[in-house]
């Protein structure tokens, strides 16, 4: 069996608020293995974009472990941070927001090589104008600001400063909910395109399931800072187990018959804070299908056929 690129094993981060804490992730654990993509999605809130920090080592985590390719990035010293934030790079939400407004195109996606001393000024500008047309944009974009593209040149420029270190993995958060449809199909598919060309592993996180669906190899699924269910991509969405699952699935518009046939769950109610997550279940007070049980005791991750899910009703 390969060993996976990317490990988390437990992972935990809470943040203090209000003399309470925030429990934006508690006990993840999760595996990508080379070239794979993991889809990961859930509600706003449930704590995706605090798992993609954890990941890229924005800040620590405050319990649990991240490996990648086997070091252990918790203890890891500053020279192992330092190759490892090479091999792994990150696609931001906001296009605009990620790139410098005062750098040109040309400097921003240079600065990488840059900081990782990584060729010489004739080198890095060849492979600077050599992306930006591999993610289909002209060299002379590299002469421009942020603020003289539209959002599909700037999405596009933020995933060629993601690969112009040739990592072997990325972080895809959110990385096209900023964009109209007909661009966010032709961005869908450009990642698509380099993921097979490049062989690269990603994690990408999205609110939308369908997106999630086709994009990723196998997927998790968050609640309110856990993984409640995880399984290829086409065993979760023909046979999902957790409730949560099938009310986001329910949420998706498709013309399929047979989704059209499937039995509909919908969500009850808002999402609870997670300074003070629901005893037992925490999915339990908006699950129409909740049991006593389910508002006592807290389910484990468990194996069900070729999906993990915690979920009494499994």
């Not at 060993?3 to 209000?18: C, D, G, I, S, T």
């Not at 086997?70 to 990150?90: F, I």
Request: proline share 7%.
């Amino acid at each position: 069996m390969t060993a996976p690129l990317l490990e988390m094993r437990r992972v935990v981060k809470h943040f203090p608020a209000n003399g309470g804490m925030v429990r934006a992730v508690d006990d993840v654990s999760l595996q990508v293995a080379p070239g794979e993509t993991l889809g990961l999605v859930g509600e706003s809130g449930c704590g995706k974009s605090t798992l993609a920090r954890l990941v890229m080592r924005l800040f620590p985590p405050s319990d649990g472990s991240i490996l990648f390719d086997g070091t252990d990035l918790t203890t890891a010293d500053r020279a192992a941070v330092a190759e490892y934030r090479s091999g792994l790079q990150m696609v931001f939400q906001d296009p605009f927001a990620s790139l410098n407004p005062r750098e040109t195109i040309g400097r921003i996606l240079e600065q990488p090589l840059v900081v990782h001393r990584r060729g010489g000024r004739a080198e890095r500008r060849d492979r600077v104008n050599a992306l930006l047309e591999r993610v289909g944009l002209r060299p002379e974009i590299a002469a421009r600001y942020p603020h003289e593209l539209s959002g599909g040149q700037r999405q596009r420029v933020g995933i060629a400063r993601a690969l112009i270190l040739h990592p072997r993995m990325i972080v895809c958060d959110e990385a096209v909910s900023a964009l109209d449809v007909s661009v966010r199909a032709q961005v869908l598919n450009l990642l698509l395109e380099l993921r097979a060309e490049l062989g690269l592993a990603a994690l990408f996180i999205s609110h939308d399931l369908a997106v999630v669906r086709h994009m990723s190899d196998r997927v998790a699924v968050m609640y309110l800072g856990e993984v409640v269910e995880q399984a290829d991509r086409d065993s979760l969405w023909d046979r999902p187990l957790h409730p949560y699952t099938r009310a986001l699935i329910a949420a998706t518009p498709s013309t399929s018959p047979a989704a059209r046939r499937r039995e509909r769950l919908m969500l009850q109610g808002d999402l609870p804070s997670p300074i003070d997550p629901p005893r037992g279940c925490r999915f339990h007070p908006r699950c129409p299908l909740a049991q006593p049980r389910c508002r006592e005791e807290a389910p484990a991750l468990r194996r069900v056929g070729a999906t993990e899910v915690a979920c009494h009703l499994a």
